[in-house]
């Protein structure tokens, strides 16, 4: 169960911290500060850094690529939001935005959980 509420957990805190960060320079550095550690994850995993492919448990390789997979998601919703959050007009109120990045986690969190409760 931890491991569980752990693999939702962080890539949903990655996808709000960067997702609700003010647009321009912060966000731009972020993104490209996890971008460069996601690539290093991805590598150590490809690698099998920590050889969980073969002394580890059994499944523990196929859990950090679907841990890995959920932080590239969180990071690419993020940085397409910020994308889309330069496009939104100057008039419109300050709580609109941080409400569109609600709807959208509850959007993804609803979809995953029909896809496992099925």
Known sequence: MALTLLAFALPAALFLVLALLPHG???LLAALAVAAALI????????DVLGLGTHGQ???RIIAFFMLLGLTLAWFMATSLQI???RF??????????AVVVVTLLVIGY???RMLNV
């Open 58 to 60: 059994g499944n523990a």
């Open 40 to 47: 290093i994850l991805w590598g150590a995993h490809y690698l």
């Open 84 to 86: 889309l959050r330069q």
């Open 25 to 27: 320079r912060p966000a």
């Open 89 to 98: 007009p100057p008039h419109w109120p300050g709580w609109s935005w941080p």
């Open 111 to 113: 979809g995953l959980w």
